[in-house]
């Protein structure tokens, strides 16, 4: 995977600070990395974190995890309420950005912890339990990784400006030059991969930031390519932990 600690001291912020935000639809927050690591969840709507790696997205199912000196953006989609959780200390032992998954007990540690204004000793006790539930989180993949090489690089596209094009990795090779094969083996070499996988992902990403945006669930289905709502449904519930409708409550 791509390096995504490329530090700036312009875009720099020297310490991850813990607390809420609201980000309107659309708004975001412009590349900046941190000195402590960082977990970024959103209450409400649908938030991206990319890289220059690539991008994670995170529903209220999902948390972010995002280390120290990582050169990162937000983007929001829907009226989103940005949650975040400075730490000094690595208690999941990761050194890449990661999508969590966030329980219903984690989820309302992190609006407690990031909007209390108790005393030291109550956010102390706070901080232990989510540390503690955050350490229990798996990972799941919301992760869209960006392509390098300039032949997917161009296949990439050509399914970002139409998620619903349903051709075969054959007949997008042709448009753009390359054959079945090699695409297939830069997918595995440039986005640790396959192009299937790869594009199930970025219609999940497409179909998060529709739903946030109010889209129903049958049209964000045909926009994004299932062949079906309950192909969508069932494909989504898989990915998130729950159904499309559900991220528009």
Partial sequence: MPETRQRH???????????????PAGGGIEAHWHDEHQIVYAGRGVLSVTTDAGSWIAPATRAIWVPAGTLHQHRAYGET?????GLTDNPL?????????????????????????????????????????LKRSPQRPTYLPTARDQRLVAVCELLREDPADNRTLTELGREIGASERTLSRLCKADLGMTFPQWRTQLRLHEALRLLAEGDAVTRVAHQCGWASTSAFIDTFRRAFGHTPGASRT
């Fill in 9 to 23: 001291p312009a875009n720099r912020r020297r310490s991850a600070n813990t607390g809420f935000r609201p980000i």
């Fill in 81 to 85: 309420a940005l949650h975040t959780v």
């Fill in 93 to 133: 032992g990761l050194d890449m950005p990661s999508a969590l998954v966030v329980s219903p007990l984690l989820r309302e540690l992190i609006l407690a912890y990031t909007t209390a204004q108790g005393e030291a000793d109550e956010r102390d006790r706070l901080r232990a339990v989510l540390l503690d539930q």
